[in-house]
Every structure is written in structure tokens, then in C-alpha cells.
């Protein structure tokens, strides 16, 4: 049962231009959500994340934004760099206690 | 800092055999887990310690011990390796009440044969 899903493995983006990634989860009991980003032979490292009680938080070019009633996260890049190419993370953490469930990741490439 | 550090890189194992995969932080986080990263599955949690001497099972326990004997060390062992552990392995850390928020180490690539 995955309870945090990201539906599209890869994406391609023009340099410049916006990204968007996506993200649905399931479980109602999640209240904080984040986002990693991962280049190839690393470990995965923070973005951005918000809390349940917010519908929108911003940190330079990555804004993330989340619908609760549609249980559906997104995070939007502007502009889109070539450096931002990697496999992105959505995550969310159950109320009450510290774990972390993470999605399938995309792999955003960005076209110069 | 040297933050999360991982040893070893890679690792190739025979079926039933053991080991031990290292990870130590610096940062003085109570907070450390490990993970598994498998194509197509995302991260998965296989155990994770809120600080010395407190471990618990994550996700994917089967087939790995943990202890935390020490804030800075948290060694995953591998009892007798299957073909189904193959997998990259993170160890992430972060600081208590901010777990979401975690460091993670560059990983450990096992396949095993």
C-alpha cells in the first residue's frame, strides 16, 4: 500500500521554463511534508517542506504547495536550471512520531 | 562537519553471509535511521534509533539488526545475506523533533550473489 505516490518517473523541462512535480498521499494522519532531491551516487538532500497547516511555502526558485482536501502536494521550479536535474523525493511524516514515508521519486531532467 | 559518513562504498556479498554496515554523524543528532533504495520503491525505512540504547523496526525490518550503543554510531547488520538485499543503503540523521528534516549519508551500494 503506497502511501505517498509520485506518478510521474521522469520529466522533461526547457532551461528557464517552469518544473512542476507532483506528489498524492492516502494517509490523512501525515502533517508535515517535504521534498528531497537526489543526483546520481549521493545521498538524497532537504529542499522544502510544509506543514499541514499551510497551503504554501516558498524558498527562492522552489515554492511547494499543498492541497489538502485533494491530498496532492506539488513543487514548482522557477526558472528551472540545469543543476536543478536530479531525482526528486516527495515525503511525509506521520503525526505522533519522527518516520518518514517517501514516494517513488521523478527524474527531472532540464534541457539546456 | 564531515556530517553522515558511510563505510564501505560498495560491497559485494555471497548468500548467508554477514556484515556490517558503518555510519556515524557528528552533529550530535539523536535522531538516525536507515534506509534502503530500491528502483521503482523510493526510500524505505528498515530501522531507525531516537537516540543511545532506543532502536525500532521501520518498514523492512526481515534480515537486519541494529544497535546504538553510542549519539554518534549506527551500525546495521546483515544476519545472512539473500539475493533480495540487494539494494543501495542510506543512513540519515537529524535532531530530535526535526526528524523530517534529515542528513543523509553518500550510501552504500551491496549486491549480493
Known amino acids: 500500500d503506497q502511501q505517498v505516490k509520485q506518478n510521474s518517473p521522469s520529466l522533461s523541462v526547457q532551461e528557464g521554463r517552469i518544473s512542476i512535480l507532483n506528489c498524492d498521499y492516502t494517509n490523512s494522519m501525515f502533517d508535515y511534508f517535504l521534498w528531497y532531491k537526489k543526483y546520481p551516487a549521493e545521498g538524497p538532500t532537504f529542499l522544502i517542506s510544509?506543514?499541514?497547516?499551510?497551503d504554501k511555502n516558498e524558498d527562492g526558485r522552489f515554492t511547494v504547495f499543498l492541497n489538502k482536501s485533494a491530498k496532492h502536494l506539488s513543487l514548482h521550479i522557477v526558472p528551472s536550471q540545469p543543476g536543478d536535474s536530479a531525482v526528486y523525493f516527495c515525503a511525509a511524516r506521520d503525526f505522533g512520531n519522527e518516520k518518514l514515508t517517501f514516494g517513488t521519486g521523478t527524474r527531472l531532467t532540464i534541457i539546456p | 562537519n564531515a556530517g553522515v559518513t558511510q563505510t564501505p562504498k560498495f560491497q559485494v556479498l555471497k548468500t548467508g553471509q554477514s556484515m556490517t554496515l558503518q555510519c556515524a554523524q557528528d552533529m550530535n543528532h539523536e535522531y538516525m535511521s536507515w534506509y534502503r533504495q530500491d528502483p521503482g520503491m523510493g526510500l524505505r525505512l528498515i530501522h531507525y534509533s531516537v537516540g543511545a540504547g532506543i532502536t525500532d523496526q521501520g518498514e523492512v525490518p526481515n534480515g537486519y539488526n541494529v544497535s546504538r550503543s553510542t549519539t554518534e554510531d549506527f551500525p546495521l547488520r546483515l544476519l545472512s545475506a539473500a539475493p533480495s538485499q540487494t539494494s543501495v543503503y542510506f543512513c540519515a540523521s537529524s535532531e530530535t523533533g526535526r526528524a523530517y528534516e534529515q542528513y543523509f549519508g553518500p550510501g552504500t551500494r551491496l549486491t549480493v550473489t
Open positions: 510544509i506543514s499541514s497547516i499551510k
